[in-house]
């Protein structure tokens, strides 16, 4: 873990497994993991294995180009993507399973996939970039939820660590252009990185504007 949190800048990485490891083992207590002193957490010290992409299965019985409505798609976390640039893919993340569409969701970006072994049991996770919501429903002239990147008090970007079963599948941001020209040297693999605010974009197929409505 000390070596991942170098190669990927977030200095916080082992102590955001233990809170994860606690939340993880004492599902029924009502403390956030924030709350939960650093001490009562786990601690892990064994090694991990890092993976470039996984792959999500799910139900979308409104796009019929899935055998019996069953979709797979792959998402990725990659360093390198095809020896141009970093590619490091979104994802709608259930954070309250009682509540339908966006409301039971938000939006983070995948920096990393690992799992490691803990009291024999596996745990399968992925390292993200948390994004905030800036309103409590789409806007209201293009239909879309806005979200922005997230970030802490002392601004550095809000890193979470999540089992990867809460991952529901890929999601496509789109920028919200501002009224500046946009320099000929921004390529698409620069968007995440370079613009303030996003579009969740309920329009990239049936199934997505379903949820993201």
């Avoid at 996770?125 to 919501?133: E, L, N, P, R, S």
């Avoid at 979200?147 to 999601?171: E, L, M």
Wanted: one cysteine or more; a negative charge.
């Amino acid at each position: 873990m000390p070596q991942l949190a170098i190669e990927l800048s977030v200095v916080s990485l082992p102590t955001l497994l233990r809170r994860f490891l606690f939340e993880q083992l004492h599902p029924n207590d009502p403390r956030s993991p924030s709350e939960v002193p650093l001490a009562g957490c786990p601690r892990f010290d064994g090694n991990i294995q890092v993976f470039n992409s996984a792959s999500s299965t799910f139900y979308a019985p409104s796009d019929r180009s899935g055998i019996g409505g069953m979709r797979r798609e792959h998402i990725r976390a990659c360093p390198l993507w095809r020896n141009e640039a970093p590619r490091y893919d979104c994802v709608f993340v259930t954070t309250d399973a009682g509540v339908e569409g966006m409301g039971g969701m938000d939006i983070a970006r995948v920096m990393c996939f690992f799992s490691f072994t803990f009291e024999a049991g596996l745990f399968p996770c992925a390292v993200v970039h948390w994004f905030d919501k800036i309103s409590d429903r789409p806007d209201e002239d293009t239909g879309m939820w806005i979200v922005k990147p997230s970030f802490n008090t002392d601004n550095s970007s809000s890193v979470g660590i999540i089992h990867i079963d809460s991952i529901y599948r890929a999601a496509h941001l789109i920028p919200v252009y501002g009224t500046q020209i946009i320099p000929r040297e921004l390529k698409h693999y620069h968007s995440y990185d370079a613009f303030h605010a996003f579009y969740v974009n309920k329009f990239a197929d049936h199934h997505a504007f379903e949820i993201a409505s």
